[in-house]
């Protein structure tokens, strides 16, 4: 409660692109807003709009409601209700980005008068307002505010700032502030002491507050707000209170492109404990990629030759295996009795392992649409975290990115609707691939085809939407039934489905129909290695452990989740706890390293799979990568019990809806990713098996 009471609030903005300087003024005009909200520049006379945001309880940042909720007076200046053309409480004009992420700026009613360059080094305006005699309602909702530890949050000149609405404190003449003054770690011993006693504790409010504006020239650079312990009154019912705000305009030194530097926890961001997670992952990428090319060059070399002796295949030269380091003296010894019947049958070699099922190693896998178009959508959310990583990283040619509101929800909406197209070329030229191998597109007929073609897309277009507006739709519901600013307002929900229905689902159906017209493989008729055999092989029962899919899918997901957990930690920090990520570098790198190792894990897996002549590889890749999510889920509980203090059905049901969809988007990003890798590591072994 301390460190927020006196926090004080300084966003540096970082300098933003010559389009957006031309172009945000014309909106800002259009708009009904002042230009100098855009570009932060003022004049001896300007008006500084200070704008209130939400007000809500610390530890549930969802749990938050409009400022004016609670019965604060309208300050007496010249946009008080009473008065002509007021803009007391009147609403910001504000983006897609801005509404989704819960903010709702509102005028305050304060007048803020930009001072001259000449003025004195420190000037203050005190504004003042009187509430009318409270009544048992107001009265409970300070009480609320007190006890539940509510915080405000205000934006001067997009810097924003923070406060506490009141204490709960002993019934004591100290805790007006008489013997305590504006020390607060005074009134924090005192509670202490009281709480040891067991004492009642009553709500009290803070009346004055101090709002102090640095600039330099004609730019704000620094805004701090510090409540005053010595104004802290009591709440009763049919109490005045006082309300004061004290404006203090400051002269500073501090460059404009900096001032967000005292919003950026380096200290946190930057430890040594980061640093070394990046370094970790690395050790299991090198570690990964050893253990894989240990089965390339060392176990599937010796397979290639058995395989070859045991087809007899006449290109394996004399003496070749014997200076072959990799095979030992046991298995040179079979492979050159095999020698003796090459151009006939091999009696001491027997084919085994992977090498059975290369006539249903490219058999199409079950519920074929589906999974095109979970593949498909998966492609698009790689595309979609790349373009966004890659936005944020390039912060300092537009922008950075923390520092404006909503604008990484609102690249995240862009990215998403124009790599619709990607995912329907994904989902459309996967199932073109395999569709021929099923019972239909073996058939001269072709019945069904328009139809598997026609599902196909369906799900494409629908399964993301489906299941984002159903976890959505809930939260809004909750959002709304409580009142709070994180519910999506009509209009915005109508914006959002005119992007998707005219934007999002013709760019997939155009990607559709150009990956059923692309050229697959290079083979005109098979573009598979190997020619899949009309009827089915069976699959074998009695197989080791470590040949069982749901055995060492778990192992896989594991190694992808170590690889990413401790930078976890921080996005769940910053999504959770009032942090700015900014770190943008590490989020790239730690990206880079989730997909080395996805790849990595998932073809161990499938090599494992079919050596134990099980060919239903598809899925079974998709859920290695994809079995990331499971661990990321069962953390957000663990963080959501340890790492927080969040209550209530409202801050319940947001972060265990975000975090499924957080979850099941990482899934199909790693899902998608492992398929991809065992699709070409599957490829590549098959690819030197020649058959007749």
Not at 247 to 254: F, K, P, S, V
Not at 308 to 319: F, I, K, M, T
Not at 444 to 471: D, E, F, N
Request: charged residues 20%; proline residues 4%; aromatic residues 14%.
């Amino acid at each position: 409660r301390k460190d927020i009471s006196t926090m004080k609030t300084t966003p540096k903005r970082g300098n933003n692109s010559a389009m957006r300087k031309q172009f945000l003024p014309l909106l800002a005009t259009i708009c009904g807003v002042g230009a100098d909200d855009y570009n932060h520049r003022y004049q001896e006379g300007d008006r500084v709009d200070l704008w209130v945001n939400k007000v809500g309880p610390y530890a549930n940042p969802q749990e938050a409601y409009e400022y004016y909720i609670l019965p604060y007076c309208a300050p007496d200046t010249r946009h008080h209700p009473d008065k002509k053309d007021g803009s007391f409480n009147a609403l910001k004009a504000h983006t897609i980005g801005e509404r989704l992420g819960g903010h709702a700026l509102r005028h305050s009613g304060h007048d803020i008068i930009y001072p001259s360059l000449s003025a004195p080094a420190e000037m203050g305006i005190l504004e003042t307002c009187t509430t009318t005699p409270l009544t048992a309602e107001q009265v409970k909702l300070f009480a609320t505010a007190a006890e539940d530890q509510w915080f405000y949050q205000m934006y001067a000149d997009d810097l924003p700032v923070w406060g506490m609405v009141g204490e709960m404190l002993p019934d004591l003449e100290a805790a007006t502030g008489e013997n305590f003054g504006n020390d607060l770690s005074h009134l924090e011993e005192a509670v202490a002491k009281h709480e040891e006693n067991r004492g009642e504790f009553k709500p009290y409010v803070y009346t004055k507050r101090t709002l102090q504006v640095s600039h330099n020239g004609d730019r704000i650079i620094k805004v701090d707000l510090t409540s005053e312990p010595a104004s802290l009154t009591e709440v009763k019912l049919g109490v005045t209170l006082k309300f004061e705000l004290d404006i203090q305009w400051a002269q500073t030194n501090t460059p404009f492109h900096s001032r967000f530097d005292r919003y950026l926890d380096h200290a946190f961001f930057k430890h040594q404990i980061h640093w070394f997670s990046i370094f970790n992952s690395f050790m299991m990428v090198l570690f990964l990629m050893g253990l894989v090319a240990l089965i390339l060059l060392r176990t599937l070399r010796k397979d290639y030759a058995r395989y070859a002796l045991s087809h007899g295949r006449r290109d394996v030269e004399e003496g070749e295996l014997d200076d072959d380091e990799d095979i030992d003296e046991d298995e040179k010894h079979r492979l050159n009795e095999g020698r003796s019947n090459v151009g006939g049958p091999v009696t001491g070699v027997e084919d085994s392992g992977w090498k059975q099922v290369h006539g249903d190693v490219f058999r199409a896998p079950k519920f074929l649409p589906l999974l095109a178009a979970i593949l498909g959508t998966g492609w698009q959310v790689v595309t979609l975290v790349m373009g966004v990583v890659l936005f944020a990283v390039a912060g300092p040619l537009h922008g950075e990115v923390h520092e404006e509101r909503g604008e990484v929800l609102t690249a995240i909406l862009v990215f998403y609707s124009l790599s619709s197209i990607i995912a329907g070329y994904a989902s459309g030229s996967y199932f073109k691939l395999y569709y021929a191998t099923t019972v239909m597109g073996r058939s001269k007929t072709g019945a069904g085809g328009a139809t598997q073609w026609q599902l196909t897309m369906a799900l494409t277009v629908l399964l993301l939407p489906s299941i984002l507006g159903a976890v959505l739709s809930v939260l809004n519901g909750i959002a709304l039934m409580y009142g709070t600013i994180y519910y999506i307002p009509f209009l915005v929900l109508l914006k959002l489905f005119f992007l998707w229905i005219f934007v999002s689902v013709p760019l997939c159906i155009l990607g559709t129909l150009l990956g059923r017209h692309a050229k697959l493989g290079s083979k005109k008729n098979d573009p598979f290695p190997c020619r899949v055999n009309a009827i089915p092989r069976p699959i074998p029962e009695d197989i080791p452990w470590y040949g069982v899919p749901a055995n060492l899918i778990p192992f896989s997901g594991l190694f992808s989740f170590g690889s990413i957990f401790i930078e976890l930690y921080y996005i769940l920090t910053s999504l959770w706890n009032y942090k700015f990520y900014h770190v943008y570098g590490f989020l790239l790198g730690v990206y880079a390293i989730l997909c080395l190792v996805v790849c990595m894990t998932t073809i161990i897996v499938v090599y494992f799979c079919l050596n134990s002549e099980n060919y239903l590889w598809q899925w079974t890749a998709f859920y290695s990568g994809g079995s990331t999510a499971l661990y990321i889920f069962l953390y957000s509980i663990y963080y959501f019990v340890f790492k927080t203090s969040m209550h209530g059905l409202v801050q319940t049901s947001f972060y265990f809806g975000y975090m499924i969809l957080i979850s099941l988007g990482m899934g199909t990003l790693c899902g998608t990713l492992g398929h991809w890798a065992a699709n070409k590591f599957v490829r590549t072994i098959f690819q030197n098996v020649k058959v007749d």
